[in-house]
């Protein structure tokens, strides 16, 4: 129960430890792809929402009912936060890494003693702890994430209700 992994075990556990590594780092990159996406769409339906704005009111004295104005600014607002959300989740991180100082006082103070299987063992350990680390910055991006789409779907689902506000106006 208690006894060492034999070397084969350690190099098995290092392949998997380095696999999700590069998972974390391409999950980084997706992450903060999507929320520059977010921001591109975000900052894209409130351009088209100024200028649907401006189109409809310069028509001869047009006014929009008080409350389609209300429906339009809560969606302005959350189109503006699922922006800057966006913007949070593509925010620079400090995502650890093997620390070179401590490397280079190890590798000083036990290069002659040190054996493969130390070494792969110093090397799975310190990976662990650069995978724990980017596994809670990429849950810290994914909610932001989460959040920008939210803000974004809950702004979309708004305009759509002022729409139906104005065109119920209309025909009354």
Do not use: C
């Not at 129960?1 to 430890?17: H, R, Y």
């Not at 990159?29 to 310069?58: C, D, K, M, Y």
């Not at 991180?93 to 401590?102: G, H, S």
């Not at 702890?129 to 809950?154: M, P, S």
Request: aromatic share 4%.
């Amino acid at each position: 129960m208690g006894s060492e992994p034999d070397n084969e075990g350690i190099q098995l556990l290092a392949a998997v430890v380095e696999r999700e590594l590069t998972f974390q780092d391409s999950r980084k990159a997706s992450l903060e792809n999507r929320g520059n996406n977010v921001i591109t769409t975000s900052g894209g339906l409130v351009a088209l929402l100024f200028a649907l704005a401006a189109l409809v009111t310069q028509a001869n004295g047009y006014q929009p009912p008080g409350e389609a104005v209300v429906i339009v600014l809560l969606a302005l607002l959350l189109f503006v936060a699922a922006a800057v959300l966006g913007l949070l989740t593509n925010a620079v991180r400090n995502y650890a890494r093997a620390n070179a100082d401590q490397l280079q006082r190890t590798v000083e103070g036990s290069w002659r003693v040190l054996t493969a299987r130390g070494a792969l063992r110093m090397i799975v350990d310190s990976n662990l702890d650069v995978l724990r680390y980017a596994q809670r910055q990429n849950r810290g991006k994914a909610q932001l994430l989460r959040w920008a789409i939210l803000a974004e779907v809950t702004a979309v689902a708004l305009l759509a209700a002022a729409v139906g506000v104005i065109l119920t106006h209309a025909l009354h």
